[in-house]
Protein backbone atom coordinates (compact mmCIF):
# COMPACT_ATOMS: atom_id res chain seq x y z
CA UNK A 1 0.00 0.00 0.00
CA UNK A 2 1.75 3.30 -1.14
CA UNK A 3 1.28 6.01 1.29
CA UNK A 4 2.25 9.65 2.06
CA UNK A 5 4.79 8.34 4.97
CA UNK A 6 7.11 6.40 2.89
CA UNK A 7 10.45 8.24 4.25
CA UNK A 8 13.08 7.90 2.25
CA UNK A 9 16.39 7.98 3.86
CA UNK A 10 18.84 9.78 1.64
CA UNK A 11 21.78 10.84 4.02
CA UNK A 12 22.69 13.27 6.69
CA UNK A 13 23.00 16.85 7.40
CA UNK A 14 24.28 19.16 10.00
CA UNK A 15 26.69 19.07 12.43
CA UNK A 16 25.48 15.84 13.68
CA UNK A 17 24.56 13.97 11.16
CA UNK A 18 20.99 13.94 11.40
CA UNK A 19 19.91 11.31 9.31
CA UNK A 20 17.45 13.22 6.04
CA UNK A 21 14.59 11.51 5.50
CA UNK A 22 12.27 13.52 3.11
CA UNK A 23 9.04 11.17 2.35
CA UNK A 24 8.62 10.24 -1.08
CA UNK A 25 5.25 12.42 -1.54
CA UNK A 26 7.89 15.44 -0.66
CA UNK A 27 10.39 14.43 -2.73
CA UNK A 28 8.51 13.65 -5.54
CA UNK A 29 5.58 16.74 -5.37
CA UNK A 30 4.83 16.31 -8.13
CA UNK A 31 8.96 16.00 -9.71
CA UNK A 32 12.39 15.87 -8.14
CA UNK A 33 15.16 17.37 -10.38
CA UNK A 34 19.24 16.52 -9.76
CA UNK A 35 22.01 18.52 -10.99
CA UNK A 36 25.25 18.55 -10.93
CA UNK A 37 28.75 17.87 -12.96
CA UNK A 38 30.60 14.79 -14.17
CA UNK A 39 31.60 13.04 -11.14
CA UNK A 40 29.24 15.26 -8.60
CA UNK A 41 27.28 12.47 -7.03
CA UNK A 42 24.02 12.60 -9.44
CA UNK A 43 24.34 8.62 -10.48
CA UNK A 44 24.80 7.63 -6.78
CA UNK A 45 21.80 10.02 -5.45
CA UNK A 46 19.64 8.38 -7.75
CA UNK A 47 20.93 4.87 -6.79
CA UNK A 48 19.89 5.61 -3.48
CA UNK A 49 16.29 7.04 -3.95
CA UNK A 50 15.65 3.76 -6.17
CA UNK A 51 17.14 1.77 -3.50
CA UNK A 52 14.91 3.47 -0.57
CA UNK A 53 11.88 2.91 -2.71
CA UNK A 54 12.38 -0.46 -3.32
CA UNK A 55 12.61 -0.97 0.48
CA UNK A 56 9.27 0.69 0.85
CA UNK A 57 8.47 -1.19 -2.09
CA UNK A 58 7.01 1.87 -4.13
CA UNK A 59 6.61 0.65 -7.42
CA UNK A 60 9.72 2.27 -10.11
CA UNK A 61 10.86 2.38 -13.38
CA UNK A 62 14.10 3.06 -14.17
CA UNK A 63 15.33 4.64 -17.89
CA UNK A 64 18.77 3.98 -17.59
CA UNK A 65 21.20 4.92 -20.76
CA UNK A 66 24.50 3.92 -19.32
CA UNK A 67 23.88 0.42 -17.71
CA UNK A 68 25.16 1.95 -14.48
CA UNK A 69 21.86 0.29 -12.68
CA UNK A 70 21.26 -2.38 -14.99
CA UNK A 71 24.96 -3.76 -13.90
CA UNK A 72 23.73 -3.89 -10.33
CA UNK A 73 22.83 -7.40 -8.23
CA UNK A 74 19.94 -5.80 -6.37
CA UNK A 75 17.74 -5.35 -10.05
CA UNK A 76 14.52 -7.08 -9.65
CA UNK A 77 14.03 -7.12 -13.24
CA UNK A 78 16.59 -5.96 -15.87
CA UNK A 79 16.13 -5.24 -19.65
CA UNK A 80 18.71 -4.28 -22.49
CA UNK A 81 17.01 -2.77 -25.28
CA UNK A 82 18.79 -3.83 -28.53
CA UNK A 83 19.36 -7.52 -26.72
CA UNK A 84 16.33 -8.61 -25.04
CA UNK A 85 13.83 -5.71 -25.34
CA UNK A 86 12.94 -3.96 -28.96
CA UNK A 87 10.63 -0.97 -29.55
CA UNK A 88 8.06 -1.82 -32.52
CA UNK A 89 7.73 1.46 -34.32
CA UNK A 90 5.03 -0.47 -36.58
CA UNK A 91 2.01 -0.50 -33.50
CA UNK A 92 2.72 3.70 -33.60
CA UNK A 93 -0.21 5.70 -35.00
CA UNK A 94 1.11 8.26 -37.80
CA UNK A 95 1.73 11.30 -35.94
CA UNK A 96 3.76 9.63 -33.62
CA UNK A 97 5.14 7.54 -35.88
CA UNK A 98 6.61 10.94 -37.72
CA UNK A 99 7.36 12.17 -34.47
CA UNK A 100 10.02 8.86 -33.65
CA UNK A 101 11.82 9.38 -37.11
CA UNK A 102 11.87 13.23 -36.20
CA UNK A 103 9.84 14.11 -39.74
CA UNK A 104 6.86 16.75 -40.04
CA UNK A 105 4.45 15.86 -41.97
CA UNK A 106 1.03 18.01 -43.12
CA UNK A 107 -2.29 16.71 -41.86
CA UNK A 108 -3.14 15.41 -45.36
CA UNK A 109 0.02 13.35 -45.46
CA UNK A 110 -0.45 11.95 -42.31
CA UNK A 111 -4.17 10.66 -43.02
CA UNK A 112 -2.65 8.96 -45.98
CA UNK A 113 -0.02 7.75 -43.58
CA UNK A 114 -2.48 6.24 -41.60
CA UNK A 115 -4.74 4.95 -44.12
CA UNK A 116 -1.32 2.88 -45.38
CA UNK A 117 -0.57 1.58 -42.20
CA UNK A 118 -4.22 0.69 -41.28
CA UNK A 119 -4.36 -1.13 -45.26
CA UNK A 120 -1.13 -3.00 -44.40
CA UNK A 121 -2.63 -4.60 -41.35
CA UNK A 122 -5.75 -5.51 -43.24
CA UNK A 123 -3.71 -7.44 -45.53
CA UNK A 124 -1.46 -9.13 -42.75
CA UNK A 125 -4.72 -9.94 -40.38
CA UNK A 126 -8.04 -10.33 -42.70
CA UNK A 127 -6.19 -11.70 -45.42
CA UNK A 128 -3.19 -13.37 -44.06
CA UNK A 129 -0.90 -11.23 -46.45
CA UNK A 130 2.16 -10.66 -44.62
CA UNK A 131 4.75 -10.16 -47.32
CA UNK A 132 2.59 -8.14 -49.36
CA UNK A 133 1.01 -4.59 -49.33
CA UNK A 134 -2.73 -4.58 -50.23
CA UNK A 135 -4.20 -3.43 -53.47
CA UNK A 136 -6.71 -0.10 -52.17
CA UNK A 137 -7.32 -0.38 -55.56
CA UNK A 138 -9.56 -3.40 -55.97
CA UNK A 139 -11.74 -1.59 -52.94
CA UNK A 140 -14.30 1.32 -52.38
CA UNK A 141 -13.27 3.74 -49.47
CA UNK A 142 -15.94 2.70 -47.90
CA UNK A 143 -15.19 -1.13 -48.02
CA UNK A 144 -11.32 0.14 -46.73
CA UNK A 145 -13.15 1.60 -43.63
CA UNK A 146 -15.57 -1.87 -43.51
CA UNK A 147 -12.70 -3.78 -43.22
CA UNK A 148 -10.24 -1.31 -41.16
CA UNK A 149 -13.21 -1.27 -38.09
CA UNK A 150 -12.80 -4.98 -38.30
CA UNK A 151 -9.44 -5.15 -36.57
CA UNK A 152 -8.91 -5.28 -33.19
CA UNK A 153 -6.70 -2.80 -31.50
CA UNK A 154 -4.09 -5.35 -30.40
CA UNK A 155 -3.72 -6.13 -34.53
CA UNK A 156 -0.97 -3.40 -35.12
CA UNK A 157 1.64 -5.62 -36.45
CA UNK A 158 3.13 -5.26 -39.86
CA UNK A 159 6.17 -5.23 -41.85
CA UNK A 160 7.73 -1.78 -41.76
CA UNK A 161 9.61 -2.53 -45.06
CA UNK A 162 6.06 -2.17 -46.83
CA UNK A 163 5.06 0.83 -45.40
CA UNK A 164 7.11 3.08 -48.25
CA UNK A 165 5.58 0.79 -50.72
CA UNK A 166 2.38 0.78 -49.63
CA UNK A 167 1.76 5.09 -49.28
CA UNK A 168 3.57 5.32 -52.86
CA UNK A 169 0.35 2.99 -54.44
CA UNK A 170 -1.64 5.01 -52.08
CA UNK A 171 -0.48 8.30 -53.28
CA UNK A 172 -0.72 7.03 -56.97
CA UNK A 173 -3.97 5.43 -57.31
CA UNK A 174 -6.18 5.86 -53.92
CA UNK A 175 -9.44 3.23 -53.79
CA UNK A 176 -11.35 2.29 -57.05
CA UNK A 177 -13.73 5.20 -56.33
CA UNK A 178 -11.21 7.56 -55.21
CA UNK A 179 -8.66 7.74 -58.42
CA UNK A 180 -7.17 10.89 -57.91
CA UNK A 181 -3.65 10.76 -58.02
CA UNK A 182 -1.60 12.66 -54.67
CA UNK A 183 1.66 11.80 -56.34
CA UNK A 184 0.84 14.60 -59.64
CA UNK A 185 -1.42 17.40 -57.54
CA UNK A 186 1.54 17.48 -54.30
CA UNK A 187 4.92 15.86 -55.82
CA UNK A 188 6.64 16.94 -52.68
CA UNK A 189 4.99 13.95 -51.43
CA UNK A 190 6.57 11.01 -53.21
CA UNK A 191 10.19 13.12 -52.08
CA UNK A 192 8.69 12.72 -48.26
CA UNK A 193 7.53 8.96 -48.53
CA UNK A 194 11.22 8.63 -49.95
CA UNK A 195 12.34 10.30 -46.93
CA UNK A 196 10.47 7.89 -44.65
CA UNK A 197 11.91 4.88 -46.40
CA UNK A 198 15.38 6.26 -45.84
CA UNK A 199 14.54 6.97 -42.12
CA UNK A 200 13.18 3.22 -41.63
CA UNK A 201 15.72 1.32 -43.76
CA UNK A 202 18.55 2.97 -40.94
CA UNK A 203 20.52 -0.23 -39.77
CA UNK A 204 21.03 1.79 -36.64
CA UNK A 205 17.24 0.88 -36.33
CA UNK A 206 17.51 -2.93 -36.87
CA UNK A 207 19.04 -3.21 -33.09
CA UNK A 208 15.79 -1.69 -31.53
CA UNK A 209 13.41 -3.92 -33.63
CA UNK A 210 11.56 -6.85 -33.25
CA UNK A 211 12.53 -10.00 -33.03
CA UNK A 212 14.57 -12.13 -36.52
CA UNK A 213 15.63 -15.16 -34.41
CA UNK A 214 12.90 -17.74 -33.63
CA UNK A 215 15.76 -18.91 -30.92
CA UNK A 216 15.78 -15.38 -29.01
CA UNK A 217 13.64 -13.80 -26.85
CA UNK A 218 12.53 -10.10 -27.44
CA UNK A 219 10.04 -8.35 -25.05
CA UNK A 220 7.98 -5.18 -26.56
CA UNK A 221 9.51 -2.21 -24.85
CA UNK A 222 5.56 -0.74 -24.25
CA UNK A 223 4.62 -3.94 -22.95
CA UNK A 224 7.31 -3.72 -20.49
CA UNK A 225 6.21 -0.34 -19.37
CA UNK A 226 2.22 -1.42 -18.89
CA UNK A 227 3.21 -4.32 -16.94
CA UNK A 228 5.59 -1.95 -14.71
CA UNK A 229 2.70 -0.22 -14.03
CA UNK A 230 0.00 -2.84 -13.23
CA UNK A 231 2.48 -4.27 -10.96
CA UNK A 232 3.26 -0.84 -9.15
CA UNK A 233 1.24 -1.35 -5.67
CA UNK A 234 3.56 -4.43 -5.10
CA UNK A 235 6.94 -2.80 -5.29
CA UNK A 236 7.71 -4.16 -8.79
CA UNK A 237 11.09 -2.53 -10.35
CA UNK A 238 12.22 -2.64 -13.67
CA UNK A 239 15.42 -1.14 -15.11
CA UNK A 240 15.46 -0.86 -18.69
CA UNK A 241 19.36 -0.15 -19.96
CA UNK A 242 19.36 2.20 -22.83
CA UNK A 243 22.68 2.29 -23.60
CA UNK A 244 22.23 0.95 -27.57
CA UNK A 245 20.07 4.36 -27.97
CA UNK A 246 23.00 6.30 -27.86
CA UNK A 247 24.25 4.74 -31.66
CA UNK A 248 20.71 6.08 -33.14
CA UNK A 249 22.27 10.04 -32.10
CA UNK A 250 19.62 12.51 -32.52
CA UNK A 251 16.71 9.69 -32.98
CA UNK A 252 16.85 8.79 -29.29
CA UNK A 253 15.28 11.86 -28.61
CA UNK A 254 12.58 11.66 -30.30
CA UNK A 255 12.15 7.91 -30.03
CA UNK A 256 12.06 7.95 -25.91
CA UNK A 257 9.39 11.28 -26.45
CA UNK A 258 7.30 8.91 -27.73
CA UNK A 259 8.09 6.27 -25.43
CA UNK A 260 7.18 9.19 -22.61
CA UNK A 261 4.22 9.85 -24.74
CA UNK A 262 2.59 6.50 -24.77
CA UNK A 263 3.29 5.42 -21.64
CA UNK A 264 1.33 8.28 -20.18
CA UNK A 265 -1.54 7.53 -22.87
CA UNK A 266 -1.86 3.96 -21.36
CA UNK A 267 -1.68 5.10 -17.49
CA UNK A 268 -4.06 7.87 -18.15
CA UNK A 269 -6.81 4.80 -19.99
CA UNK A 270 -6.04 2.54 -17.10
CA UNK A 271 -8.57 1.88 -14.75
CA UNK A 272 -6.11 1.66 -11.56
CA UNK A 273 -3.69 4.10 -11.39
CA UNK A 274 -1.30 3.03 -8.75
CA UNK A 275 1.38 5.93 -7.96
CA UNK A 276 4.70 4.88 -10.16
CA UNK A 277 8.09 6.57 -10.11
CA UNK A 278 9.69 7.15 -13.09
CA UNK A 279 13.76 7.51 -12.72
CA UNK A 280 15.76 9.32 -15.67
CA UNK A 281 19.66 8.88 -15.41
CA UNK A 282 21.64 11.53 -17.72
CA UNK A 283 18.20 12.95 -18.55
CA UNK A 284 20.28 15.27 -21.06
CA UNK A 285 20.83 12.64 -23.83
CA UNK A 286 16.84 12.31 -24.08
CA UNK A 287 16.46 16.20 -25.02
CA UNK A 288 16.70 17.31 -28.41
CA UNK A 289 19.22 19.70 -29.34
CA UNK A 290 19.64 23.15 -31.26
CA UNK A 291 16.95 24.22 -33.28
CA UNK A 292 14.91 21.39 -32.37
CA UNK A 293 15.21 22.80 -28.69
CA UNK A 294 11.65 24.99 -28.60
CA UNK A 295 9.76 21.35 -29.30
CA UNK A 296 11.15 20.24 -25.84
CA UNK A 297 8.00 21.46 -24.34
CA UNK A 298 5.76 19.54 -26.36
CA UNK A 299 7.57 16.25 -26.25
CA UNK A 300 6.67 13.19 -24.21
CA UNK A 301 9.03 14.28 -21.24
CA UNK A 302 7.09 17.88 -21.06
CA UNK A 303 3.59 16.03 -20.94
CA UNK A 304 4.47 13.53 -18.22
CA UNK A 305 5.72 16.66 -15.83
CA UNK A 306 3.02 19.08 -16.85
CA UNK A 307 0.06 15.60 -16.63
CA UNK A 308 1.92 12.80 -15.02
CA UNK A 309 1.10 14.07 -11.53
CA UNK A 310 -2.81 13.18 -11.88
CA UNK A 311 -2.21 10.06 -13.29
CA UNK A 312 0.35 8.58 -10.55
CA UNK A 313 3.41 8.97 -13.01
CA UNK A 314 5.88 11.07 -11.03
CA UNK A 315 9.65 12.28 -12.38
CA UNK A 316 13.20 11.86 -10.88
CA UNK A 317 14.92 13.52 -13.70
CA UNK A 318 18.89 13.83 -13.48
CA UNK A 319 20.74 15.96 -16.08
CA UNK A 320 24.39 17.45 -15.93
CA UNK A 321 23.07 21.02 -16.37
CA UNK A 322 20.04 22.83 -15.43
CA UNK A 323 20.47 24.61 -18.90
CA UNK A 324 20.04 21.23 -20.56
CA UNK A 325 16.79 22.15 -19.81
CA UNK A 326 13.81 24.67 -21.07
CA UNK A 327 13.12 27.34 -19.27
CA UNK A 328 9.30 26.17 -19.12
CA UNK A 329 10.22 22.71 -18.11
CA UNK A 330 12.58 23.84 -15.08
CA UNK A 331 9.06 25.20 -14.14
CA UNK A 332 7.57 21.81 -13.34
CA UNK A 333 10.10 20.52 -10.86
CA UNK A 334 8.96 21.11 -7.72
CA UNK A 335 12.00 20.16 -5.64
CA UNK A 336 15.69 19.95 -6.62
CA UNK A 337 18.83 17.95 -5.48
CA UNK A 338 21.64 20.05 -6.96
CA UNK A 339 25.49 18.40 -6.88
CA UNK A 340 28.52 20.91 -7.75
CA UNK A 341 28.39 23.67 -10.27
CA UNK A 342 30.56 26.13 -11.11
CA UNK A 343 29.01 27.90 -13.72
CA UNK A 344 26.79 30.75 -11.96
CA UNK A 345 24.29 30.81 -14.94
CA UNK A 346 23.73 26.98 -13.71
CA UNK A 347 22.74 27.35 -10.86
CA UNK A 348 20.79 30.58 -11.59
CA UNK A 349 18.58 28.86 -13.70
CA UNK A 350 17.52 27.06 -10.95
CA UNK A 351 13.89 28.13 -9.63
CA UNK A 352 14.10 27.13 -6.72
CA UNK A 353 17.77 28.27 -6.11
CA UNK A 354 18.26 30.94 -7.85
CA UNK A 355 17.69 34.03 -5.87
CA UNK A 356 20.44 33.13 -3.16
CA UNK A 357 23.95 33.79 -3.89
CA UNK A 358 25.32 32.54 -1.00
CA UNK A 359 23.67 28.67 -1.94
CA UNK A 360 25.00 29.55 -5.19
CA UNK A 361 28.75 29.82 -3.68
CA UNK A 362 27.79 26.84 -2.05
CA UNK A 363 27.17 24.60 -4.93
CA UNK A 364 30.69 25.51 -6.48
CA UNK A 365 32.28 24.00 -3.31
CA UNK A 366 30.26 20.67 -2.33
CA UNK A 367 32.65 17.93 -2.32
CA UNK A 368 31.69 14.89 -4.66
CA UNK A 369 28.34 12.93 -2.64
CA UNK A 370 27.56 16.21 -1.25
CA UNK A 371 24.18 18.12 -2.61
CA UNK A 372 22.05 21.23 -1.47
CA UNK A 373 18.75 19.47 -1.05
CA UNK A 374 15.92 22.45 -1.91
CA UNK A 375 12.02 21.01 -1.48
CA UNK A 376 9.40 23.74 -2.37
CA UNK A 377 9.52 26.33 0.20
CA UNK A 378 11.49 24.83 3.04
CA UNK A 379 14.93 25.85 3.61
CA UNK A 380 17.83 24.39 1.64
CA UNK A 381 19.36 21.47 3.22
CA UNK A 382 23.46 20.42 2.76
CA UNK A 383 23.02 16.76 2.66
CA UNK A 384 26.12 13.91 2.57
CA UNK A 385 24.01 11.56 0.45
CA UNK A 386 24.35 7.82 1.39
CA UNK A 387 26.54 5.91 -1.19
CA UNK A 388 23.89 2.77 -2.03
CA UNK A 389 26.18 -0.65 -1.71
CA UNK A 390 27.03 -2.12 -5.08
CA UNK A 391 25.60 -5.45 -4.40
CA UNK A 392 22.19 -4.29 -2.60
Known amino acids: MQTSEHLLTLGQTGWFKTKYQPTATTLFAPHLLLVGQTGSGKSTTLKQISRQLQENRLGQIIFDPTGEFSRANNQQVSYNIGKNVYFDLSQLAAEDLLTALDLTWPTKWQLLLGQAQAALRINYYLNQQQKDILNTQSLTTDAFYEQKSQLYKSQWTFSLSLLAPQLRLLARQGFADHEESLADTDPDLMTAIDQLADRLADPRLKAIAPNTQVKTTKYDLLYLLKLATAKADFGAKISINLAQLK?????????????????????AQSTHKATVYLLIDEGHRFLLKNSQADQDKDSGLAQILREGRKEGLLVAFASQSPLDLPTALLGQFSATIAHRLTNQNEWQALPLLANSAKTGKKLGQLQTGQAIVKIGQKPSRTVKIFASKTNQ
Open 247 to 267: DLGALQATIMSTVWRQLLSFQ
